[in-house]
């Protein structure tokens, strides 16, 4: 089992950049998270996944963020576009069935926007 | 929706003691509290989980209660050890496809060899 595979790992780029963020969730696992981790607001979900399908995007902070899943193996986070208060660690997460069982992380995209 | 309070944001121990740390939430259709353990700059990791159905689980030195009727659970770690040193996140769900995690805010935990 590889786990949750994000990238990539780290991110530095100017503000008005794209960035997009990568998934590939645990094999079999129907449900991925998107999750963002800052110092001021903890960790935040984004936007959930169930198969492929988005449940519920509220978490999304606006238009500069758009998320896709076209198929179970993958999954994009894009920003466009981005702006310093957009930098954060980012975290993927995948589940067999809901959010109401055991979620696993991945290792996470810490993105600095200058 | 839901809103979780952790409780307390810092815990310093000496090792060898116990810690605990508490959450409330404030939808009493929650059921699923899992608490996860966040090492400096590594990925949140689920430790234990708990559902509604049931008051306290226990896996080797780490226990979770859960009192509905308060709408708090806590965790419990006993003969702590420096590894235990993390943030603590606690976390609730109505537990329907639909329904998210909400995370408390964190605890970190400090525990003095």
């Known amino acids: 089992d590889a786990g949750v595979i994000q990238s990539p790992r780290h991110e530095v780029t100017e503000m008005g950049q794209e960035v997009t963020l990568r998934c590939k969730p645990i094999s079999g696992h129907n449900s991925l998270f998107w999750y963002r981790q800052t110092m001021m607001r903890g960790l935040e979900l984004l936007i959930y996944?169930?198969?492929?399908?988005?449940?519920?995007d509220s978490g999304m902070p606006e238009d500069r963020f758009s998320a896709k899943m076209p198929n179970a193996s993958f999954s994009t986070l894009k920003i466009q576009p981005s702006e310093p208060r957009d930098s954060a660690v980012y975290f993927c997460?995948?589940?067999?069935?809901?959010?109401?069982?055991?979620?696993?992380f991945g290792d996470g995209t810490r993105l600095s926007i200058l | 929706g839901e809103n979780v309070e952790q409780h307390p944001s810092t815990l310093s121990v000496q090792e060898g003691d116990s810690a605990v740390i508490k959450c409330t939430y404030s939808?009493?259709?929650?059921?699923?509290f899992p608490w996860y353990k966040q090492e400096l700059g590594k990925r949140p990791q689920l430790i234990i989980d708990?559902?509604?159905?049931?008051g306290e689980k226990k896996d080797q030195r780490i226990a979770v209660t859960l009192n509905k009727t308060a709408k708090h659970f806590s965790l419990h770690i006993t003969e702590t050890q420096p590894e235990d040193s993390a943030v603590y996140f606690c976390a609730a769900s109505m537990g329907n496809a639909g329904n998210m995690l909400t995370f408390g805010g964190g605890t970190r935990l400090m525990v003095k060899p």
């Open positions: 997460a995948s589940s067999l069935g809901g959010p109401h069982q055991p979620q696993h």
């Open positions: 939808d009493s259709a929650s059921n699923y």
């Open positions: 708990i559902r509604s159905n049931v």
């Open positions: 996944f169930n198969n492929n399908v988005p449940i519920d």
